[in-house]
């Protein structure tokens, strides 16, 4: 058998507060999870995301300590047009969730930003830019 790439999984410190910062960005995932120790939720396409509280893995793994430096990992979310990253940014910083890098015009043909998740993971927003 060949290993399957299946999950993704985030620690946090605050599944309630990780929970609304992803379902602002389009996750569906149920209200009742925010009190829970793991949380799941299957991607289209099949990919699961999933949550863990610190003291989740602290419960197997207890030396277990939160990168410092930096995140080594980051998630990225397409946006339908350019004018859906700037909406989407706002919409994000505007609940409070921190940004990281303000909406600009990539070199590379995209609309770009970065925002932090309640733990610090980078997300970023995308859409490509209009042929010109």
């Given at each position: 058998m060949t290993p399957r790439f299946d999950?993704?999984?985030l620690m946090v410190t605050d599944m309630a507060r990780t929970l609304d910062f992803y379902r602002r960005l389009g996750l569906d995932v149920p209200a009742g999870a925010d009190?829970?120790?793991h949380v799941e939720f299957t991607l289209a396409g099949g990919l699961r995301l999933a949550w863990d509280t610190v003291e989740t893995i602290r419960g197997f793994d207890p030396d277990w300590a939160p990168p410092?430096?930096?995140?080594?990992?980051?998630?990225a979310f397409r946006c339908?047009?350019?004018a859906e990253v700037d909406r989407c940014w706002a919409d994000m910083t505007g609940a409070g969730f921190q940004g990281h890098l303000a909406p600009w015009d990539a070199?590379?043909?995209q609309r770009y930003a970065v925002l932090l998740d309640p733990d610090g993971t980078g997300v970023d927003l995308y859409a490509p830019l209009p042929a010109g």
């Open positions: 999950l993704v999984g009190a829970e120790p410092t430096g930096g995140s080594r990992v980051g998630l339908a047009d350019p070199f590379w043909g």
